[in-house]
C-alpha cells in the first residue's frame, strides 16, 4: 500500500549567505520551486529575524514547503511534506539545492500514514 504522503526532512549546508539571509528571495526561491514541481500554491508566510535569518512556509493543496535560514552558518533546514503521488520531493530538493547553492545536502525521507 502506498503512503499517504512523503516527509522530506533537508539539511542544506554551505549555502549562499545573502540568500538566505533576504527573505524576498528566500520567498521567490519556495514559490518558485513549488510551482516548478506543479504544486498548487495556497498560501506563503515568510518572517525576517533581527539581526538575521528567515522562517516561512508555502502552504500547497498538497500540503507545506517549509524553511528556516542560520545565515551565520550557511545553513538552511527545508521541510517539504506532500500528500498523493503526484508531486516529486525530490524534484523540489533539486531545485533548491541549485538555488540555495548548498555544497553539502543531508536527505531524510520519512513515507507518512500507511
Same mark, same amino acid.
Given at each position: 500500500?502506498? &503512503? ?32 516548478? %514541481? ?12 533581527? &539581526?538575521?535569518?528567515? %522562517? ?6 498538497? %500540503? ?6 542560520? &545565515? ?16 516529486? &520531493? ?25
Amino acid at each position: 500500500m502506498n &503512503p499517504l504522503g512523503r516527509h522530506l526532512l533537508l539539511d542544506f549546508y554551505d549555502c549562499r549567505t545573502h540568500t538566505l539571509s533576504n527573505a524576498r528571495l528566500t520567498k521567490k526561491i519556495m514559490t518558485s520551486a513549488a510551482k516548478f %514541481s506543479k504544486a498548487h500554491i495556497v498560501d506563503v508566510v515568510f518572517h525576517t529575524y533581527n &539581526p538575521h535569518g528567515v %522562517s516561512g512556509v508555502v502552504i500547497i493543496r498538497e %500540503s507545506h514547503l517549509a524553511i528556516h535560514t542560520w &545565515p551565520e552558518h550557511a545553513f538552511a533546514s527545508v521541510d517539504i511534506f506532500t500528500c498523493g503521488q503526484q508531486i516529486n &520531493p525530490q524534484k523540489i530538493q533539486q531545485y533548491l539545492q541549485k538555488h540555495f547553492q548548498a555544497k553539502k545536502v543531508k536527505a531524510t525521507i520519512i513515507p507518512r500514514g500507511f
